[in-house]
């Protein structure tokens, strides 16, 4: 007889601070917290957790499955503590629970059975995949739904233990999959598309003994009605470029077509798994043989890509000039971790902010992002509500947070049509300026400003690969592109800052022009280092550093004004621009060196520095750009930094030695702090010498 409640009160009692817990008062979740965590003191509280998420069918879907989310954590954090009878009821509850007819009920059991699977327990459960197979010919659609969106998780999370298992599901799941990918119902053919997915880059030898099913059955899917599958399509050829490119180079014709086309695709998750082709097909040798004949309906598809949307103007308060006296959220500033301490600045694609790399943003499940805390509980369970038509999008969307910083810095279409752009360029040099230029010159003079600032864009993103054929244009562009620093609309003065970086080295280094551009780019981005937008600041303040590192000592007449502006943006910056200020300061002592030992200049630029420095505590991370930025200055000035040496070393040495004392810390961020304390006295030694 299956296990009930000792006491329907018992039940009640839980619902209730499940509800609770979805307040949207912080102490009342707070309190919450605690009492459901004092609960885990009870064997069969587990129980009652997953009794609310597959038994009360008539409770809210919610509350239902915020259960079992914090059943998923406690799984997490302890399944192996759990007695045998709670962890045979949880798995048999999770089983009889997969066609429940709310998708997110289906979605969370999935959640907690694939959790239970990560913990190294899928031969521990050996009628799992069994039951979840036969599930997947149920005529229950919510029955084989439930059962393929548990298989796609287990799938993402669990691919080596599938690979690796005795039995090798594989060799029967893998065909099963195939067979669905011509399935009636567009959600189960996704399901399906992205079970395989998950074997494609580590070469299942399951998969690569039915790579010719595969191929035939999803090129079939090439043209779906459902923008998931297509998205998945799209997916799966991108990651067969990388691994079995020979495969796929009989039909490259027909795949490149279907990629500029889905490019376009009016979904913008379509179009940015299509984009991701330009990238990955740059890499292979074949790139410049099979994409030339198509260079001239791709270069427009992606200049038109990088436009901003209406969406991601709002996101990006696009519109709003002054911001600069709002405080950052702790959301705006991502965490700092130490670097090495000599500067290598970057000048990667970035997004409007003109200084962020355009790195992919890893996929992270959403079983790993959900945390103990009820607020974030709950923010898992809104992610499952908002994609539970997605796919695996639950998983994609953690990622983000849901934070307006975070969707400003997302791999999204614009950067990664950018991205392709560039590298692109890089492969095909300046034979691509024929085709480009008319379209840089009708972007770039637009009157819609989105499309002028997408157009600096492109310019930005060939800087590198076209940079010999765009010579002879380089005087007018960058005179240009110098007064696109004044335009209206920050987003503009924004990109233009990142996009006058990109060619920071023919500025500097053309001696017939240098005071034509070197001076009054100088004079420009100092102006927008003190912009009233904040994104403009950081753009201008992180092109000012690479404009440091290629002008050296070109710098020194200049330093005053340039000291000036730097000690009025710390009186000006909010917290996430001080941490980009400091780097700032800290490349320009590197650039011009003891040119910065002068008592105006040290008198200049040293109080706010230390004002700053008594400020932080111990144990704040924001020590680490401040603490770099002192080391290349203290290596700069020499005897100049005698004044402080005293109260920097005594600092240095109690940090270290902190870090050393303190064995029950978080053992990163200790190495860290004792590392860049480190550096700051390598840098004193070094500016000291034999003193």
Not at 143 to 167: H, R, T, V, Y
Not at 366 to 375: E, G
Request: proline share 4%; charged share 25%.
């Amino acid at each position: 007889m299956s296990w009930q409640p000792v006491q329907a009160n018992d039940i009640q009692q839980i619902l209730t601070l499940l509800r609770q817990s979805q307040s949207p008062d912080t102490q009342v979740q707070r309190q919450v917290q605690a009492r459901l965590e004092s609960l885990n003191q009870y064997p069969d509280f587990n129980k009652y957790l997953v009794y609310i998420l597959t038994k009360l069918l008539d409770e809210q879907e919610a509350t239902r499955s915020l259960s079992g989310l914090i059943l998923k954590n406690n799984a997490k954090s302890h399944y192996e503590k759990f007695p045998d009878d709670v962890r045979s009821y949880i798995k048999q509850e999770c089983l009889s629970a997969l066609g429940d007819r709310s998708p997110l009920i289906r979605a969370t059991v999935g959640i907690l059975i694939t959790t239970i699977v990560t913990k190294g327990l899928l031969e521990q459960w050996p009628i799992l995949l069994e039951h979840l197979y036969s599930c997947l010919d149920s005529p229950d659609i919510n029955l084989c739904e439930g059962a393929f969106g548990a298989l796609q998780k287990i799938c993402q999370d669990s691919a080596d233990q599938l690979e690796n298992a005795p039995s090798q599901p594989l060799n029967v799941l893998i065909p099963k999959f195939i067979q669905f990918f011509l399935h009636s119902h567009p959600k189960i053919r996704s399901h399906a598309i992205a079970c395989v997915n998950e074997f494609i880059t580590p070469r299942a030898s399951a998969l690569m003994a039915n790579i010719d099913l595969f191929l035939e059955n999803l090129f079939q899917l090439a043209n779906d009605t459902d923008c998931d599958v297509r998205k998945h399509v799209c997916r799966a050829l991108v990651m067969l470029v990388e691994v079995r490119i020979e495969r796929l180079i009989p039909h490259m014709q027909q795949i490149i077509e279907y990629m500029l086309l889905k490019s376009q695709d009016g979904d913008d998750g379509v179009a940015l798994e299509a984009c991701e082709f330009w990238l990955m097909i740059a890499d292979q040798p074949i790139c410049r043989e099979v994409l030339q004949p198509y260079l001239d309906k791709l270069l427009p598809i992606l200049c038109k890509n990088m436009k901003y949307s209406d969406m991601d103007i709002i996101t990006l308060q696009g519109d709003v000039d002054q911001n600069d006296g709002e405080p950052d959220g702790l959301e705006d500033i991502r965490p700092r971790f130490h670097r090495a301490r000599r500067r290598q600045h970057t000048q990667n694609l970035s997004d409007s902010n003109g200084n962020d790399e355009l790195n992919h943003a890893t996929d992270t499940n959403n079983n790993s992002t959900t945390t103990t805390t009820i607020s974030s509980t709950n923010q898992a369970d809104q992610h499952l509500q908002d994609g539970q038509d997605d796919d695996d999008d639950d998983d994609d969307n953690d990622e983000g947070s849901g934070t307006d910083a975070d969707q400003a810095t997302e791999w999204n279409l614009r950067k990664c049509s950018a991205a392709a752009l560039d590298v692109l360029s890089n492969v095909f040099r300046e034979t691509i300026l024929p085709i480009l230029l008319p379209i840089l010159r009708e972007m770039l003079f637009h009157t819609d400003w989105q499309i002028k600032e997408s157009g600096i864009l492109v310019l930005g993103a060939i800087a590198e690969g076209c940079s010999h054929g765009l010579t002879p244009h380089l005087p007018d562009l960058v005179d240009y592109l110098i007064k696109c620093l004044n335009e209206i609309k920050p987003l503009v003065r924004s990109i233009t800052c990142w996009t006058l970086s990109r060619y920071s080295t023919w500025i500097v280094h053309n001696e017939a022009q240098q005071n034509r551009f070197l001076i009054p780019l100088m004079s420009e981005l100092l102006k927008r280092i003190l912009d009233t937008n904040k994104k403009v600041q950081e753009a201008a303040c992180s092109a000012f550093a690479t404009l440091e590192e290629e002008a050296c000592i070109q710098m020194v007449p200049y330093l005053k004004q340039i000291l000036e502006t730097l000690v009025h943006a710390f009186r000006k910056y909010q917290a996430k621009n001080l941490l980009i200020l400091y780097d700032a300061i800290g490349t320009l002592a590197d650039s011009v060196g003891t040119h910065l030992n002068r008592s105006d200049y040290i008198e200049l630029l040293m109080p706010p520095l230390i004002e700053r420095w008594n400020l932080l505590q111990n144990d704040d991370k924001d020590l680490f750009p401040l603490l770099e930025c002192l080391s290349s200055i203290a290596t700069a000035l020499q005897t100049g930094f005698l004044p402080y040496c005293e109260p920097v070393f005594g600092r240095c040495i109690l940090l270290v030695q902190q870090t050393l004392e303190n064995n029950g810390g978080d053992a990163l961020t200790d190495k860290d702090f004792m590392i860049v304390a480190l550096d700051l006295l390598s840098g004193l030694a070094e500016g000291l010498g034999n003193y």
